[in-house]
């Protein structure tokens, strides 16, 4: 505090480069499980978890959000059940993602000058972690929704526990008729449609239907070597995927050219 004192609450201190304030501004209310969800954070986010985070509330469990710039967000909030000041679902802590239809698919808000945005309420959840071939069907759904002709070409997830599961998947499609591709990201039962992925190269042909689980895939890595290898590097983390990957390989020429080449394998 001004005097030296620590408070009880973080306490934010709003200020502005320009002429004023930004008037929006929006409110609601936090439960978990029916229960008030006090102490519960909510954030806006201009684009889902990316690095774009917009003011902040706590909610008590009433929450209000002031001098919001104009735009549009995705409300989310998070709350660290243990107190150990560090928001992770494998510990037990809880998140909630704004849906106001109850699609299983968050829903963004619009804040314009001078409107309060109110009964923007959020119910939070404990995830829960699952196999790649949960949600699978889900996927295919949202994606086919997108375009008629979408198939999944690429899946991946970045912290997969050594049963197989994991808080969050990846699946990448690949739409023939748009010559586009489409990420969607689930994380526990929501669904989260990335921005178009021009930019990456996943390849284009549909993966097998017949792909094995996650849990399998982990089971047959962990009984060859993967066990042994995760107890002689105790911070070793497990990753997953299944796509096409490139082999790359680059010489340089007696003229100083770099040449390359690419090959394409099924993993």
């Known amino acids: 505090s001004t005097s030296g004192e620590i408070l009880d609450r973080p306490y934010a201190w709003i200020f ?15 439960t978990m499980n029916g229960n008030p969800a006090n102490g519960a954070v909510v954030a806006l986010f201009e684009e889902l978890f990316e690095d774009d985070v917009f003011y902040l509330g706590i909610a008590t469990p009433s ?4 001098y919001i710039p ?14 150990d000041g560090i928001v992770d679902p494998s510990g037990g802590d809880a998140l909630g993602l704004y849906d106001s239809n109850g699609d299983g698919q968050p829903d963004p808000i619009q804040i314009l000058s001078g409107n309060a945005v109110n009964g923007i309420d959020i119910n939070l959840v404990q995830p829960v972690a699952k196999t790649a071939q949960t949600n699978r069907n889900a ?10 002709d979408a198939v ?4 991946n997830s970045d912290q997969i526990a050594p049963d197989g599961q994991s808080f969050a ?6 739409a023939p008729s748009m010559e ?21 190269d996943f390849g284009t042909l ?17 009984a060859n070597g993967g066990s042994d290898f995760r107890t002689d590097f105790d911070d070793a983390e497990v990753y997953s995927s299944l796509d096409y990957f490139r082999l790359y390989h680059e010489n340089e020429g007696d003229d100083g050219d770099q040449n390359s080449a690419t090959s394409r394998f099924r993993t």
């Open 169 to 174: 998947w990846s699946f990448a499609f690949y």
């Open 206 to 222: 549909a993966l097998p239907g017949n792909w094995i689980d996650s849990d399998v895939a982990v089971s047959a890595a962990e």
């Open 139 to 148: 996927m295919e759904q949202s994606a086919q929704a997108w375009a008629s």
């Open 180 to 200: 586009k591709y489409q990420e969607f990201f689930t994380f526990a039962d929501a669904i989260i449609t990335e921005t178009d992925e021009d930019d990456r």
């Open 16 to 30: 502005t480069t320009g002429a004023s304030l930004p008037s929006g501004s929006m409110s609601g209310q936090t």
């Open 70 to 83: 104009d735009g549009t967000y995705f409300p989310v909030s998070v709350m660290d059940s243990n107190g």
């Open 63 to 66: 929450y209000t959000i002031d």
């Open 152 to 155: 999944l070409v690429a899946l």
